[in-house]
């Protein structure tokens, strides 16, 4: 029997291939909602709040028979940490046959490049293919993983950076060579893709600021309560989500604004739901336990290339 392995960030990040990995998603994502055909078991993940300490914590499982793989990720979220990251992460890697444990796996950088990679895909297939102009409202950890990611499936002329401080958009923006907005109206106005990546919990994007035909990656609120996005804006998009189940339970993007979902984008990737990008689009994410499996598989068969010895 081999031994359990301990596989840290810095190996992680180097272990991961994004373009690979960016295939293995939409797959797994496709897989994902073709239900229990596509071989993948995820039920929504448990959250609790550490409400005396203003934090969360995520149990996900998932089990994907396609890519023989078993893992479960336990996930913190802490808005207020500063000296500590606000997104930490560990992946149980196990055995699918026998129920084993093979690995632990670091899961601060899969969550940060997974979800991007999932924004990648969506933008892939529902923003406009002539986009030029993106716009990402954060400055953190997402902010730098989507402006990588979606470089990999779309050729931008323009990127516009605003954050709630406006030193770090400024610090984000010369690190990209982007250009740094004073407000978010300014960053979104005539953008065709829009990234909110905040931890925001009341609306800072609004209907009447973004282009008609625009495609937007809403990836924080990821608590029933909180909104990036004006509940106006959530009504009058198609809105699509990675989890139908999920995000009608956990994001206040979709509960307070009532809006309808459209699809999933697993059924457009599996040609089950059209991709109406002519339309203003959203894709609303909460993150998959099923990202972070072929993830975290990535990483250990690289791990085990590596190190055949062990
Ligand atoms: N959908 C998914 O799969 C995932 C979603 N997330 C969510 O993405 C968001 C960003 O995460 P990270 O970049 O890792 O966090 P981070 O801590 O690295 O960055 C947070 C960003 O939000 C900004 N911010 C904080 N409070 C704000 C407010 N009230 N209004 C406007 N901006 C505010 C900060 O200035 C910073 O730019 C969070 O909401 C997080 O929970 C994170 C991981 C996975
Ligand atoms: O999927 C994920 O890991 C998370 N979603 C929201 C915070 C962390």
């Known amino acids: 029997m081999s031994s359990l392995k301990y596989i840290d960030s810095a190996e992680v990040e180097k272990l991961l291939d994004w373009r690979v990995l960016l295939e293995s998603i939409e797959k797994a994502l496709g897989h994902f909602s073709v239900g229990k055909d596509g071989g993948v078991v995820q039920p929504v993940r448990t959250v609790i709040p550490v409400d005396k300490h203003h934090g969360y914590m995520g149990v996900m499982p998932a089990y994907s028979s396609y890519d023989n793989a078993l893992a479960t990720k336990v996930v913190t979220f802490y808005p207020e940490n500063r000296d500590t990251p606000t997104h930490q992460a560990w992946i149980l890697l196990l055995d699918p046959p026998t129920g084993s444990l093979k690995a632990i796996v670091d899961g601060e950088a899969i969550t940060a490049i997974r979800t991007a990679l999932a924004s990648a895909v969506a933008t892939k297939h529902l923003s406009n293919p002539a986009s030029k102009i993106l716009a990402i409202l954060g400055s953190g950890i997402q902010a730098h993983s989507h402006y990588k990611a979606l470089s990999l499936v779309q050729n931008f002329d323009e990127v516009r950076v605003w954050s709630r401080t406006h030193a770090h958009a400024q610090k984000f923006a010369q690190e990209i060579h982007a250009k740094v907005c004073s407000t978010a109206e300014e960053a979104v106005k005539d953008a065709d893709v829009i990234c909110t990546v905040t931890f925001a919990t009341t609306p800072i994007l609004h209907a009447s600021w973004v282009k008609p035909g625009a495609h937007i ?24 989500c990675d989890s139908r189940d999920a995000c009608n339970k956990e994001s206040g993007d979709i509960i307070v604004s009532q809006c309808e979902i459209y699809a999933e984008l697993g059924e457009v990737i599996m040609g ?36 055949p010895d062990q």
């Open 217 to 240: 990656n809403a990836i924080g609120a990821c608590v029933p309560e909180w909104q990036e996005l004006e509940s106006d804006l959530m009504r009058g998009s198609v809105v699509y």
């Open 272 to 307: 089950q739901k059209e991709a109406l990008w002519e339309r203003t689009t959203v894709f609303k994410s909460v993150g998959m336990a099923v990202e972070d499996v072929v993830s975290a598989k990535m990483v250990y068969n690289n791990y085990i290339k590596n190190h």
